[in-house]
Structures are given as C-alpha cells and as structure tokens.
C-alpha cells in the first residue's frame, strides 16, 4: 500500500463518517447549536468542506477554490475565499445561513473530488516540500495532508458526537470499513 492509498482512505472513511452521522437529521437538527458558544452540526460539516476545499485548491496548488467558483453561489453565501469558518464570533454563527444536509454533501463530495485528483498525481518525493501558508507560517505538503485529516477527523467527531446527542444512541457511529481486496 502507498502513502497516497492511506490518505485516500483516511478521507473517506471520514466523510463515509460524517455523511453517515447527517443521514436523519432535520434541518432543525443540523441547524441547533447546543450552546452559545458551540457549532451547529451543519456549520461544523460546512467548514469541513471548506477546510479541504481551501487548502487542497488554493494552498496546494495555487487555484480558485472550488467556493469562489461554484459553491458560494450556489449557497448564498460570501464567495470571499477566506469565508470558511475560522475566526467567526458566536455572533457571526448565529447569522449563519445553514445549508441544507443535501447541499452540504453535495459540496463535501466535490470538494473530496478535487482532493482525490490531487492525491492521484502527487508524488511521494512532493510530500517534503515546502509551501507558504495563509497562516504566515510554512509547512511541507506532508504537514499539510497531517494537518488536514486531523482537523477533519476531530471535526467528524463532533458531528456524530451532535447527532447522538440530538437523537440517542443509534449504534455504530463509524460505518465498518470496506474489505480489502
């Protein structure tokens, strides 16, 4: 198995997570946030999608993401290509317009798209390069792809954490993972 297949795999099994832990879910459900201070499970699924649309599109290979493009539009919200959750005040959450569960698939997918054509043609010696990034920091593309499944994973987390909360324990949270061939 190559590092490409472990990360390919690593970004489905967490969406596989999370458009498993939106099915069932009301508007209402995906819109409440549990406090003051919290995120809604559809903000939290948004900004998933927004975190690897950003950095796989504009970092990595130094294109339009695919929100300033299409996406944006197509939700009614900000094309800024920095509009992606990072920063906002509990204020700001409460204005969020919160797409609906089958917007906020239909975006992750395309996203997770353009993500898996990078992947397919990165190559391993790519992986210690060096890039600037949008937090004035550098990190290789490898600390990038760390950085990322990190993030996205935590974030999985809380959005089937949210769903148990709204509607009781269901059984397995993570679909079991595909067989090998």
Request: proline letters at 6%; glycine letters at 8%; a negative charge.
């Amino acid at each position: 198995m190559e590092l490409t297949d472990i990360i390919r795999f690593t970004f489905e099994r967490v969406w596989t997570t999370v458009d498993h832990a939106l099915d069932g879910l009301t508007d209402e459900e995906i819109s409440r946030r549990p406090n003051g201070h919290s995120n809604s499970i559809g903000w939290i699924a948004w900004h998933m999608a927004r975190v690897e649309d950003r950095w796989f599109q504009m970092v990595l290979q130094e294109k339009p993401q695919l929100w300033e493009s299409e996406w944006a539009a197509k939700l009614g919200m900000p094309a800024d290509p920095n509009y992606a959750g990072g920063g906002m005040t509990p204020e700001d959450v409460d204005k969020f317009k919160t797409p609906t569960v089958q917007q906020i698939k239909d975006y992750s997918r395309a996203a997770r798209q353009a993500t898996s054509d990078y992947v397919n043609n990165v190559q391993p010696e790519q992986f210690d390069k060096a890039i600037d990034t949008f937090f004035g920091r550098t990190m290789t593309i490898g600390e990038i792809f760390g950085h990322v499944l990190c993030e996205l994973n935590q974030h999985a987390g809380q959005v089937s954490y949210l769903k148990g909360y709204y509607q009781g324990y269901q059984g397995r949270v993570i679909p079991p993972p595909p067989k090998s061939q």
